[in-house]
Every structure is written in C-alpha cells, then in structure tokens.
Nanobody, 124 residues
C-alpha cells in the first residue's frame, strides 16, 4: 500500500525557516520523481518543486525560487522541503506527491497521488 506522510508544518513568523518532511512507503522510493505541491486557502493546487529519483535535478516554481530547497534521502525513503524567508503568501497546506510510475516525470504534478498534507501558516 502506497503511503506518503507529510510532517513539519506549523505556525511560523514571516522571514522564518521551516523544514517539511515526507516519509514514503509501499513503493521503491529511489525510482520515482517526487514533487511538492501546495494549496493556499480558497485557491487551487499549485506546483512548488520537483526532484528526480537520484536527487540531482531539481526545479522550482518562480514564486519560491531562491527560498525553497527540495532534497531527498533515498536510504530513508524521505523527501524534504527546506523553506526559508517565509512570506504570508506561503501559507498553505503542503503535500508531497509521487509520479505514477518509475523514472517518469509528470507534466502536471498537481494531479499526482499525494499525502494528507501538512499545514504551514505564516503569521506574526
């Protein structure tokens, strides 16, 4: 059974850092492109970041480029998102998502299987 479990969210002051984690199980994590997507209050799902199976290729939405860093530990089947310089507009539920099959990079990650999400709230 495929499972993605996000953690690390919380209430953070503007400008602060946060590190999100996503623990995967039920599939061979090291063979999958992985993604972070988010959903702000009252808005649709938004792609945030992408990482290849080996962790060598990454990509970011323009809105987070330079502030977010995606990484992975294949030995621990865990995906990470380091968030720095948080802004109020980063307030959202953050989800990790997986590609539908091995070594396949999806065009639209927001349609991929994702976990239950972790809430990030940026407020002073």
């Amino acid at each position: 059974q495929v499972q993605l479990v996000e953690s690390g969210g919380g209430l953070v002051q503007p400008g602060g850092p946060l590190r999100l984690s996503c623990t995967a199980s039920g599939f061979t994590f090291s063979r999958y492109w992985m993604y972070w997507v988010r959903q702000a209050p009252g808005k649709g799902l938004e792609w945030v970041s992408t990482i290849d199976p080996a962790g060598r290729t990454t990509d970011y939405a323009n809105s987070v480029k330079g502030r977010f860093a995606i990484s992975r530990d294949n030995a621990k089947s865990t995906l990470y998102l380091q968030i720095n310089s948080l802004k109020s507009e980063d307030t959202a539920v953050y989800y990790c998502a997986k590609a539908p099959r091995e070594y396949y990079r999806v065009v639209d990650p927001v349609k991929s299987m994702r976990g239950q999400g972790t809430q990030v709230t940026v407020s002073s």
